[in-house]
């Protein structure tokens, strides 16, 4: 499968791209459409059809929305009403029906019958399709922004399918609302300088998940072969921390590479990260994480609920519910309901003492350790791997604290160290803002680019491929 290597994106990227820039500006969303479906199909063959069925259904059901009879109606604004509300209620039916037959059925049906203690219902043993839960929820925002009026008139076919399907969003975000690149798909200008950039954001991307994310993912697959039950503290916590830098670097340089793209074909695609490790409260954290899926989250479940201008036990509730479809919108498994529910009861417990309002020194020790924390949970592949690696990390039965081995992956891993705990930091936005019209740094910053390039292509080249994170989501 040609997914499992980067070395098959700059293949497509340079043809794709040339095309897309010669032909006529009238039809650059029929070449992105065409290349954004030839990009799915290569990795998944068969569930590229599924992406065109979804699409086709979820258009109709939007024209559907807007569709006015030629004849004049008593109580036209009333029907109108009624349509649109019938057409959201079809296109979220439709949509959460696919996402959880493919993801969900299996981890329900396993469940119902292990309290069952029987096969009553069979598994299906599916396999989950690239990019299912992103491209869902983005087919899901546009049909509520055209129910709420946001979105006043529908777009042509290949302006929506090519949405949609964008390459660089599609398999794992950021998720896009429509109305934030309306304007780009009717028309939009190819720029150098555009080109220029967005190959910069492409490259700092690839870096930041080939130079980083997957060294630094190294050791924390070393320290898990030991197994969860047999580490000491401290190479528990080191390894904890080595996960939390990759699943950052790996997910935020995904992130960058698709806002690079998208800058190349003309879009704006939005800033899904703002250094949430540097946060001092967990509240802080999920407004710089994941920004796209919280806001998501937020605008289309919290807000809709009620959201926090309704009584303390409405909004907790209100709560609950957005971080329980959080965590299973990871993943079916229980670890991820464990996780989304940790959050649940911290941000709670924040938002009624008011502690996510307030900056203390200790706060950013006290969200890091939680966060970390929360990724070992995140990251185990049953409730009782997450409980046995938090209990070494606590040092609960340990012979010790500080194991030899320890140093032994310090040593080995320093530099890794220092340059993610740099790139989580806000030095390099900071030092850009204050030396952006600086040629020197200009010069600089280029030749950083450059080299970045050329190291990512000579480790893709020399070592085995190491997939996205959420490509798993």
Not at 31 to 39: E, N
Not at 189 to 200: D, S, T, V, W
């Amino acid at each position: 499968m040609l997914f499992s290597s980067v070395e098959f994106l700059f293949r497509f990227l340079p043809v794709f791209m040339l095309l897309y820039l010669i032909v006529p500006a009238r039809y650059r969303n029929f070449v992105l459409l065409a290349g954004s479906l030839v990009f799915y199909g290569v990795g998944e063959p068969y569930f590229v059809l599924l992406l065109i069925f979804s699409v086709v259904v979820n258009y109709g059901i939007s024209k559907y929305m807007f569709w006015e009879p030629a004849a004049p109606i008593q109580n036209r604004v009333q029907r109108r009403v009624k349509r649109r509300r019938a057409a959201l209620i079809i296109s979220l039916v439709f949509d959460f029906s696919l996402l959880f037959l493919f993801k969900y059925w299996d981890f329900a049906v396993g469940t119902v019958n292990q309290l069952a203690g029987s096969e009553l219902i069979p598994v299906l043993a599916l396999t989950l399709p690239l990019g299912i839960s992103f491209y869902t929820f983005q087919m899901v925002s546009y049909q509520v922004d055209c129910y709420r009026g946001v979105i006043e008139e529908p777009p042509g076919f290949v302006p929506f399918a090519a949405y949609v399907s964008m390459f660089p969003q599609l398999i794992a975000g950021p998720i896009v609302r429509y109305d934030e690149v309306a304007d780009r798909m009717r028309s939009r200008r190819m720029r150098i300088r555009n080109l220029e950039n967005g190959l910069k954001l492409f490259t700092l991307g690839l870096g930041l998940k080939v130079l980083l994310a997957n060294q630094i993912g190294t050791l924390w697959n070393t320290i898990m072969t030991a197994g969860a039950g047999n580490l000491h503290p401290g190479v528990a916590w080191l390894g904890a921390v080595a996960y939390s830098f990759q699943i950052y670097f790996d997910f935020w340089g995904y992130s960058v590479m698709a806002m690079g793209l998208g800058k190349m074909l003309g879009f704006r695609i939005p800033q899904n990260f703002d250094s949430p490790y540097a946060s001092r409260s967990i509240s802080e954290f999920w407004r710089r994480w994941h920004i796209t899926l919280g806001r998501w989250f937020r605008e289309y479940v919290y807000f809709p609920l009620g959201g926090s201008r309704v009584s303390r036990p409405r909004m907790v509730a209100n709560l609950f519910v957005v971080w329980l479809l959080t965590g299973m919108w990871h993943g079916a498994n229980w670890t991820f309901i464990a996780w989304g529910l940790m959050y649940f009861v911290i941000l709670t417990f924040e938002k009624l003492t008011g502690l996510g309002r307030k900056e203390c020194w200790w706060g950013h020790i006290y969200t890091m350790v939680l966060v970390i924390i929360g990724w070992v949970i995140f990251r185990s592949t049953g409730m009782g791997n997450a409980f046995l690696y938090i209990k070494a990390m606590f040092g609960i039965g340990a012979k010790g604290i500080i194991d030899k081995a320890v140093w032994a992956y310090i040593a080995q891993n320093w530099i890794y160290f220092v340059f993610a705990i740099l790139g989580c930091a806000p030095i390099m936005p900071w030092i850009d803002d204050q030396f952006r019209k600086s040629r020197l740094w200009q010069v600089v910053y280029t030749a950083g680019i450059v080299v970045c390039l050329i190291v990512s292509v000579s480790f893709i080249c020399n070592n085995a491929y190491n997939p996205f994170i959420y490509f798993n989501f």
